[in-house]
């Protein structure tokens, strides 16, 4: 059964930080665009940060230069670091494996990902 497990999330204040982890059980997602997703409360879910199977990167506005994904292959790991954390990035985060080697360069679309993790809470108090 494929897998996909997050864990790191928790309770912060402002302008901290934390990293994210997600363990995935199949080193061919390793092959794939992998990303970072987020839920707020009453919002739709939004791509937060992907990597594809070439190393590129790409971040939604919100958070870039305060968001760095990561990988260990070796471990079959993707992380978050997320730095200068905000109230707004309070959120339910999901980690998340696409169809395509690559991630789509115009955002990250829930559409284009087949595999998903269960989720890890982030809250962040003003």
């Known amino acids: 059964q494929v897998r996909l497990v997050e864990s790191g999330g928790g309770s912060v204040q402002a302008g901290q930080s934390l990293r994210l982890s997600c363990v995935y059980s199949?080193?061919?997602?390793?092959?794939?665009?992998r990303a970072w997703f987020r839920q707020a409360p009453g919002k739709e879910r939004e791509g937060v940060a992907g990597?594809?199977?070439?190393?590129?990167?790409t971040y939604a506005d919100s958070v870039k230069g305060r968001f760095k994904i990561g990988q260990d292959n070796a471990k079959n790991t993707l992380y978050l670091q997320m730095n200068s954390l905000k109230p707004d990035d309070t959120a339910i985060y999901y980690c998340?494996?696409?169809?395509?080697?690559?991630?789509?360069?115009?955002?990250?679309?829930?559409?284009?990902?087949?595999?998903w993790g269960q989720g890890t809470q982030v809250t962040v108090s003003s």
């Open positions: 998340a494996s696409a169809w395509d080697r690559l991630c789509y360069k115009g955002g990250l679309r829930e559409a284009d990902f087949g595999f």
């Open positions: 199949e080193d061919t997602f390793n092959g794939y665009c």
């Open positions: 990597i594809g199977a070439d190393g590129d990167e």
